[in-house]
């Protein structure tokens, strides 16, 4: 069980509270140039509570999004707010905003500890409380038993982990994280994954980018896509997969006899393909995914097939873009 995340006696902003009842992000017709370059078009938006995955290909615009709404990229026209105030004319609402960029810069030579305590001391706290504040937050993502190691000796995951903490030390209402996931192991990622949800099940405004649908889809079903810089799609990730069950899908199954596996699939009705990649590999083309994959484990148990693999390449970001914008062989 993870520890409550507030903490009484936090260090808070007195002279400004956020708008009632206003979104936690609201963007309103942003775009941002540089020259000819449309590094964003137009993006309206409003985000309030819970998880919400920024997914898109490399130069979508993901980190551009995130730069403006940490103020550190002003947009080149429309409207950014925070908690409903315009964060270029009153810094305040970034009290209550934790950020976890997509590069590192840490002190390697500190220990996880020293490098939350330091960020919790320039937040205000006293030297006892920034102690128990860094305490709090590596409990948080699992880091307290290598506390006082130095971060030059820890793993990726551990660091992306104690970028994390190092966000939430000002118990922020509103935490972005830039491609949290990239080059973590596959434990690392569960565990980063199971910090976000909880996050979100905090009632906290969670946004994360990544380019891998799967990442995604493991967190979170709520989504935002963002492609050459447009806001492409914003809504239920479950919602728009049962729209793409009647488009074209290939399955690739590993197994051991691949013609004899063909011979008892070709019956689905759902089925309109058959191709042999390989020895070891039977390709099913369907226009119905969801039917296919009910009726493939009879299928499979019947008929006594040993399979060690199913694979669905076409169910992917890149699949999905080529569906919301028309194109891709669709």
């Known amino acids: 069980m993870m520890p409550d995340f507030h903490q009484e006696g936090q260090a808070e902003t007195k002279q400004w ?12 017709n942003v775009s941002k140039t540089y020259g000819k370059i449309h590094a964003l078009t137009g993006i309206t938006l409003a985000l309030s509570g819970g998880v919400t995955g920024i ?18 990229l002003k ?25 976890v960029p997509e590069g590192e810069k840490m002190y390697d030579w500190m220990t996880a500890h020293d490098f939350i305590a330091t960020f919790a001391r320039l937040n205000g706290l006293t030297r006892d409380e920034a102690k128990l ?6 409990d948080f993502v699992g880091l307290l038993d290598v506390a006082h190691k130095q971060i030059g000796r820890f793993s990726k995951g551990m660091r992306q982990r104690t ?3 190092h966000a939430l030390v000002n118990d922020p209402e509103l935490i972005i994280l ?29 946004i994360v980018s990544s380019h891998i649908l799967t990442e995604i889809e493991r967190i979170t079903e709520q989504i935002v896509i963002l492609h050459h810089g447009r806001l492409l799609a914003l809504g239920n990730l479950h919602a728009i997969r049962e729209k793409m069950d009647n488009i074209p899908h290939r399955i690739d199954i590993g197994c051991e006899s691949p013609k004899q596996l063909a011979k008892s699939v070709i019956d689905i009705d759902s089925v309109h393909g058959i191709v042999f990649q390989n020895p070891e590999i039977l390709t099913v083309q369907t226009r119905n995914l969801g039917d296919f994959h009910s009726n493939l484990p009879s299928v499979i148990v019947d008929g006594k097939h040993k399979v060690t693999s199913i694979d669905n390449p076409d169910d992917d970001l890149a699949s ?4 919301l914008t028309g194109g891709g062989g669709y």
Do not use: H
Request: with cysteine; proline share 8%.
């Open 178 to 206: 830039d491609e949290p996931l990239q080059g973590c192991d596959p434990l690392a990622r569960t565990t980063i994954m199971n910090v976000i949800r909880e996050l979100g099940r905090m009632g906290r405004t969670v």
């Open 163 to 165: 970028k994390i903490a």
């Open 75 to 99: 947009p080149s026209s429309g409207q950014v707010r925070l908690f409903g105030t315009n964060p270029w004319k009153n810094p305040a609402p970034y009290s209550r905003v934790g950020f």
């Open 320 to 323: 999905i873009l080529g569906y």
């Open 133 to 138: 504040e860094a305490d709090r937050v590596l």
């Open 55 to 72: 997914l898109g290909l490399n130069g979508a615009g993901k980190s551009t999004l995130f730069k403006i709404l940490m103020g550190k």
């Open 17 to 28: 509270q956020p708008e009632q009842k206003a979104p936690v992000i609201l963007l309103e």
